[in-house]
C-alpha cells in the first residue's frame, strides 16, 4: 500500500485529488492547505495541487534530503511546469503534471514515484531534456552502497531483491534508487543502467 499526502489550499480539490487516488495500492493518510502545514510526514509521495514551493519556502529549506517523500506536482500551465522542473531537480524523486491528469495516469505517477521514478508530462519533456543537457559531467560521485546497488540493477534486481540481497528496507533501496538517478541524470533504471556503464562505474 502505497502512502499519499495530499496538499492544496481548496478542500474541494483536496477531496477530489483523493477520490481519484485511493484505491487497492494507494491510501491518502494526510491532507494540508499548504507544504508548510503538511509538516513531517509519513507519506511516499506528496501530490501538491496551487501550493508550490515557490510560494511555501518553508517546505524547501527541507529539501527532501534522504528518506524524505517523493513529490508530484500538478499545475495548470506550462510556465509553471517549468518554473517546478527548476525547484525538483534538487529532490530526490519528483514528478510534474497537469491538473488535468486522469485518474488512472495519476495513480499510475504515483506508483511510478514510489518506485523512485522521475515522471514528467510529455508536453514538459523538451524543457527537462534541456536541463539535463545543461548539467555539466562527470557530476556529483555514487557512493560504496550507490554503486552497489547500481550493480545490481544492472543484474536486473526488483528493489525487493536488492534489499534482500543487502539486508536493509525496501524503502531504503528506493531512495538509494533515486538518489543514482538524480546523480547520473537518469529517468529510469535502464538509464541509469547505461550511464554508468558509459562512465565506467560498472561492467555487464
Not at 34 to 52: I, K, M, N, P, Y
Not at 147 to 173: F, P, Y
Request: proline content about 6%; overall charge negative.
Amino acid at each position: 500500500m502505497i502512502r499519499v499526502a495530499v496538499v492544496a489550499a481548496v478542500p474541494a480539490l483536496r477531496a477530489g485529488l483523493r477520490a481519484m487516488l485511493e484505491g487497492e495500492e494507494i491510501r491518502v493518510v494526510q491532507e494540508a492547505s499548504s507544504l508548510t502545514d503538511l509538516g513531517r510526514s509519513s507519506a511516499e509521495v506528496v501530490v501538491v495541487a496551487g501550493a508550490f514551493p515557490s510560494r511555501d519556502m518553508g517546505w524547501t529549506g527541507r529539501g527532501l534530503p534522504g528518506e524524505g517523500p517523493a513529490a508530484l506536482f500538478l499545475v495548470e500551465d506550462p510556465e509553471e511546469g517549468e518554473r517546478l522542473l527548476s525547484f525538483g531537480a534538487g529532490l530526490p524523486v519528483y514528478g510534474v503534471l497537469f491538473l488535468e491528469t486522469p485518474a488512472e495516469a495519476l495513480r499510475a505517477a504515483v506508483r511510478a514515484l514510489a518506485e523512485g521514478l522521475i515522471v514528467i508530462d510529455p508536453r514538459l519533456m523538451p524543457g527537462f531534456e534541456a536541463r539535463l543537457g545543461d548539467i555539466e559531467e562527470p557530476g556529483e560521485p555514487l557512493t560504496p552502497r550507490e554503486l552497489e546497488i547500481l550493480r545490481l540493477l544492472a543484474d536486473g534486481l526488483a528493489n525487493k531483491e536488492i534489499a534482500a540481497r543487502l539486508g536493509i528496507r525496501e524503502r531504503t533501496v528506493k531512495f538509494h534508487v533515486s538518489s543514482i538517478y538524480r546523480k547520473l541524470h537518469a529517468a529510469n533504471r535502464a538509464e541509469a543502467v547505461r550511464q554508468g556503464l558509459r562512465r565506467g562505474l560498472i561492467a555487464l
